[in-house]
């Protein structure tokens, strides 16, 4: 099956700082999201971005399907942005949404 | 408010007995999902629905079950051959477009100790 693999597994950022998470995936997908979960467990979407980029606020994200990985940019980290970032894709032809083994950010004040 | 909801929130369970966890969506939703997250881990997929009254085999489907006898709800039982159930448990939904564009919406979570 579809392999995904997050860096880096751990980050910490002074507050105010940016940062990448990228994601990079074994196999063409129809279908890739990016999720925060917060301290207590709650699952949130950021992005559906199969291909190419959004933005949302302090947040944006780019994937290049071809070369098979995506990005997720913060800018200006604040503390409520803890947590841990998943990437999450369905390859082509399937309907099972593989999850990586996310990016657990903490940001300092 | 749509929203997906899961219950209880915190089980804490004996070995060798059964335990339903219950998953509810308002979302008019087709699809849904049940995750297992371990500490510090991703999420595996145990099982899943594309309509009622029929379910697949997830990636971890040993020692759990499921029905979809609705729409709005998909409970899941971790039975007593689960040999390590201690573990958070996710549930999700989504719509299911021909596109492939399912896009999963999550409940809550349900925290499952086996003593």
């Known amino acids: 099956g579809i392999q995904v693999e997050q860096s880096p597994p751990d980050l910490i950022l002074q507050e105010g700082a940016n940062s990448t998470l990228r994601c990079n995936f074994s196999?063409?997908?129809?279908?890739l999201q990016w999720f925060h979960q917060n301290p207590w467990g709650q699952l949130i979407n950021l992005f559906y971005?199969?291909?190419g980029t959004k933005q949302n606020g302090r947040l944006s994200a780019t994937t290049v399907a071809t070369e098979r990985y995506s990005l997720l940019y913060i800018s200006s980290s604040q503390t409520t942005d803890s947590g841990v970032y998943f990437c999450a894709v369905v390859s082509t032809g399937g309907f099972k949404t593989i999850f990586g083994a996310g990016t657990r950010l903490f940001v300092k004040a | 408010d749509g929203g997906i909801t899961q219950s209880p929130k915190y089980l804490f369970r004996k070995e060798g007995q059964n335990v339903t966890l219950s998953c509810e969506q308002n979302l008019n939703h087709d699809a849904m999902y049940w995750y297992r997250q371990d500490p510090g881990q991703g999420l595996r997929l145990i099982y899943y629905?594309?309509?009622?009254?029929?379910?697949q085999k997830g990636d971890i489907a040993e020692g759990y079950s499921v029905s979809r006898e609705k729409k709005e709800s998909f409970p899941l039982t971790v039975t007593s051959a689960q040999k390590n159930p201690t573990a958070f448990y996710l549930c999700?939904?989504?719509?299911?477009?021909?596109?492939?564009?399912?896009?999963?919406?999550f409940g809550a979570g349900s925290r499952l100790t086996v003593l």
């Open positions: 196999d063409s997908v129809n279908n």
């Open positions: 971005i199969p291909s």
């Open positions: 629905s594309q309509i009622v009254n029929d379910f």
């Open positions: 999700a939904s989504s719509m299911v477009p021909s596109s492939g564009a399912n896009v999963l919406t």
